[in-house]
């Protein structure tokens, strides 16, 4: 009985395939680097498997965390391609100046050049469900959390 008991409790264990079976959500950790153009303008750099959703979080983590703004717009003034700031990776240059053609968006995709979303909304998509955590380092090394 002690041995069923046993096998029955390893079998039962969580394991990285089981739990992506059952629905348990994986702990990842994105650490986006964030590179400042000038006083309105910066880049996101992708790193540890980003997308869209996760650059989109840390230019907002950038904005209110960094440069102390709480309420506008975030306008990507080019979109995802070679980083400008990076050499050999891909980055989004965001900005808080309105770009020409600029359209309000409620997706994350950061492929469209003029796309905005809110600083608010930028913020709100660091708090996933599925408990990633997104946080963005600056040139000097610092570690910024939202």
């Known amino acids: 009985m002690f041995k069923s008991l046993a096998l029955a409790a390893l079998l039962a264990a969580p394991t990285q395939s089981n739990a992506d079976f059952f629905g348990f959500a994986n702990l990842e950790t994105f650490t986006i680097p964030v ?3 000038d006083d309105t303008t910066f880049e996101t750099v ?3 498997g980003a997308g869209g959703t996760q650059l989109w979080c840390a230019a907002g983590i950038f904005t209110r965390r960094v440069k102390g703004v709480d309420r506008g717009e ?12 990076v050499q050999g990776r891909k980055g989004v240059i965001f ?3 309105e770009v020409p053609n ?3 968006s409620y997706s994350e995709g950061v492929r469209t050049q003029g796309k905005s979303l809110s600083v608010a909304h930028a913020n709100a998509l660091c708090r996933g469900s599925d408990f990633r955590v997104v946080r963005i380092i600056l040139p000097n090394g610092q570690i910024v959390r939202r």
């Open 35 to 37: 590179v400042p153009i």
């Open 46 to 48: 992708e790193a540890d």
């Open 74 to 85: 975030l306008y990507i003034k080019e979109a995802r391609g070679p980083s400008r700031t």
């Open 95 to 97: 900005t808080t100046e």
């Open 102 to 104: 600029a359209s309000k």
